[in-house]
């Protein structure tokens, strides 16, 4: 493999690492958000490390043959330990106990680094290797010891990744299952980059030859890994985003009908905020429902709550719901109201227009619920003619 096989899963775990760092700057007190950064921005720092020019350029700056090797094994172990400490929050359970067991994974990896440390002072590593240093050096005294404790250190976190999340995985539904999911796919790959370059060792160890896992099956496995776990971290967050924008846009839509009939109810000169054509829906949404309760509230006088309480019975005699025939009732009152303001410009005020305004504060009107009245039912369509309402279907 070359520097792009490498850059490309340390871009990608980047990108999600960058996806990620908002939501940890708005809640940087959150142990979770802190620890899913943590673990892409290691596993960015592992590929990056790892690639072959990165180890040139290293080993050149430093002018210590093999420097990287300890660098990139450093870098993956604290990577395998952000790993146990992402699991220990997303198990959940007291806060105490969590960073209890938090903290002891720190210390416990923190000293593993130390010790690749150690062993690497202690070798003899003096002929620069970019791509097999595993293999080449696998029988020499401390550096040794040092291959075999990171792969140890990468093999177990992988383990117990793996079995947690696919359990995790069982009991939730919707993307986050996904994500989880291809957190799994990725951990197994991983594990597969671990016991490939284990064999090789194995096979030196033995006299045999197996260099060929270490430097051209292993890569891949890796690099495969990572955009699997890149995806699995991005894709609940993603769809997420989608999903709440889909929905706050069909509401939008939705409200339409009540918005275009309760602006002719604004009176001529008002001003009104202007939302750009840029912002996002949820803004949008806020501002025609504000828009739909200030045309609401100018119609008050004109509201009927006998019309509403036939209404709403016609609604309930068709079929609908509780919550259907009172946004159908609501609807039809509005669509009197608008009528009755029409033929009455100069404003008529209705007596038992305060009662109505205190039985509608008990229960917020379903705004959505009722433009798609406005547009569909029978019932609203009667009392917009000042017909008798009868039953008839009254979904919208």
Known sequence: ????????????????????????????????????????????????????????????????????????????????????????????????????????????????????????ALGDAPVERLRDLDTYYATTPYIREMIVLYLVAHLGAGIRMTVLCWRWSQQVRGWLR???????????????????????????????DWDALSTSAAPPLASTGALFMALGFIL?????????????????????????????????????????????????????????????????????PALRAGAYAAAIASGADRRQAQAVADAAMVAAALQARTADPEGRIVSSAEAYSAEAAEAPRDLVRMSLALRHSPVVKAARHRLPLQPGTADA
């Open 178 to 208: 996904a994500g989880l999911v291809a957190i799994v796919f990725g951990s197994i790959f991983n594990l597969g980059y671990g016991v490939t370059k284990f064999a090789a060792v194995f096979a030196r160890w033995a006299g045999h």
């Open 236 to 304: 609940p967050l993603v769809a997420r985003r989608v999903s709440d924008n889909w929905r706050a846009w069909s509401t939008y839509r939705q409200l339409g009908t009540l918005w275009r009939e309760l602006r002719t109810t604004v009176p001529a000169g008002t001003t009104s905020v202007r939302i750009s054509w840029w912002s996002p829906a949820d803004l949008r949404v806020t501002q025609r429902e504000s828009d739909i309760h200030d045309g609401m509230l100018s119609l008050d006088p004109y509201f009927e």
């Open 1 to 120: 493999m070359n520097g792009p096989d490498y850059y490309i899963p340390a871009a990608a775990l980047g990108f999600a690492f960058a996806f990620k760092l908002p939501g940890m700057l708005r809640d940087r007190h959150d142990p979770l958000l802190r620890s899913v950064c943590a673990v892409l921005l290691l596993a960015a720092c592992t590929f990056f490390f790892a690639a072959p020019p990165t180890i040139a350029a290293v080993n050149r700056l430093t002018g210590v043959p093999n420097f990287s090797a300890p660098l990139a094994y450093c870098v993956l172990t604290a990577y395998s330990a952000a790993s146990l400490v992402l699991l220990v929050n997303w198990r959940g359970g007291s806060p105490e106990k969590t960073r209890r067991i938090s903290r002891r994974w720190g210390i416990c990896y923190s000293l593993l680094v130390m010790a690749l440390v150690v062993l690497f």
